[in-house]
Nanobody
Framework: QVQLVESGGGLVQPGGSLRLSCAAS????????MGWYRQAPGKQRELVAK???????NYADSVKGRFTISRDNAKDTVYLQMNSLKPEDTAVYYC?????????WGQGTQVTVSS
């Protein structure tokens, strides 16, 4: 059974930083492309960043230069380092694992950027 468990969300002031973690189980983690998505109230879920098994990365234009995705295959964990956070980054952040036709989602973690 695949499980993706996110952690690290919370309330942070504009300009602050947070690091999200997503621990995976039930999959051969190293061969999966891992991603972070977010969904703000009233908006569609959108891709934030993704990283392949060979650590190639891709970012949404809105987070380039501020967010960094990384993975530790020894710990079956993917991270999202978020710096220079803005109020518009407020959303529920979801971890995603995908390989071929198989996809799994985490339960989400809330990130709120507010003064």
């Amino acid at each position: 059974q695949v499980q993706l468990v996110e952690s690290g969300g919370g309330l942070v002031q504009p300009g602050g930083s947070l690091r999200l973690s997503c621990a995976a189980s039930g999959i051969i983690f190293s061969i999966y492309t891992m991603g972070w998505y977010r969904q703000a109230p009233g908006k569609q879920r959108e891709l934030v960043a993704k990283i392949t098994g060979s650590s190639s990365t891709n970012y949404a234009d809105s987070v380039k230069g501020r967010f960094t995705i990384s993975r530790d295959n020894a710990k079956d964990t993917v991270y999202l380092q978020m710096n220079s956070l803005k109020p518009e980054d407020t959303a529920v952040y979801y971890c995603n694992a995908v390989r071929a036709l198989h996809q799994a989602w985490g339960q989400g973690t809330q990130v709120t950027v507010s003064s």
